[in-house]
């Protein structure tokens, strides 16, 4: 079945790096989605990309939908130390039950003041 | 506002009792399903539901049990049967096709003693 594959596992960092991350897949995706789940809370939507080669920005955190439609990037520029937590890439199933979202292994990120 | 909301936030039984933890929303989606997270760990598909009065099982469905008698509702028993039944448990809802993505609850952390 299709799976989505994130690196890095985690990232430690320090106040004001860029972070880059990444999500792939062996299978194409119409849509990707990244979220990010703060410490003991549910996962939140950050950006959602809908287009091969589309680039969308949400304040400090711009995202890329790859044009081989197999993978997704996702930028944070400046860290600050709200940006802990895990992030995860997510896309909809592409068989069967198209309701599913299949979600990635995550992305730890630990910002250290 | 609408939302999805989850109770209790945290949840403590004894080995060997059935706990029912409840999910809630008020978006008006049709789609709604329930994921187990382990610490550092990503998100395992237990059940979902397309429409009231049906129900699909996850990838991980052995020893849980639901029911979707409300379009609102979808409540997600932990029986005596699952093995190892601590864990943070997230509800999430959508509309049909996800292509919005899931909007989550604040999640149940259960811990069996």
């Known amino acids: 079945g299709q799976q989505l594959n994130q690196s890095p596992q985690s990232m430690f960092i320090q106040e004001g790096e860029d972070v880059s991350m990444n999500c792939t897949s062996s299978?194409?995706?119409?849509?990707w989605l990244w979220y990010k789940q703060d410490p003991g809370e549910g996962p939140v939507l950050l950006i959602a990309?809908?287009?091969?080669?589309e680039l969308t920005s949400n304040g400090r955190l711009t995202a890329q939908f790859g044009i081989t439609r197999k993978d997704s990037f996702l930028n944070i520029s400046a860290s600050i130390p709200s940006d802990v937590g895990i992030y995860f890439c997510a896309g909809p199933q592409m068989r069967g039950a198209t309701n599913k979202l299949i979600f990635g292994t995550g992305t730890l990120l630990a910002v250290q003041p | 506002d609408g939302g999805i909301t989850q109770s209790p936030k945290y949840l403590f039984r004894k080995e060997g009792q059935n706990v029912t933890l409840s999910c809630e929303q008020n978006?008006?989606?049709?789609?709604m399903y329930w994921y187990r997270q382990d610490p550092g760990q990503g998100l395992r598909l237990i059940y979902y539901s397309q429409i009231v009065n049906d129900f699909q099982k996850g990838d991980i469905a052995e020893g849980y049990s639901v029911s979707r008698e409300k379009k609102e509702s979808f409540p997600l028993t932990v029986t005596s049967a699952q093995k190892n039944p601590t864990a943070f448990y997230l509800c999430?809802?959508?509309?049909?096709?996800?292509?919005?993505?899931?909007?989550f609850g604040s999640g149940t952390r259960l811990t069996v003693v």
């Open positions: 999430a809802s959508s509309i049909a096709g996800a292509l919005r993505g899931y909007t």
């Open positions: 990309l809908y287009k091969a080669g």
């Open positions: 978006l008006n989606h049709d789609a």
């Open positions: 299978s194409i995706f119409n849509t």
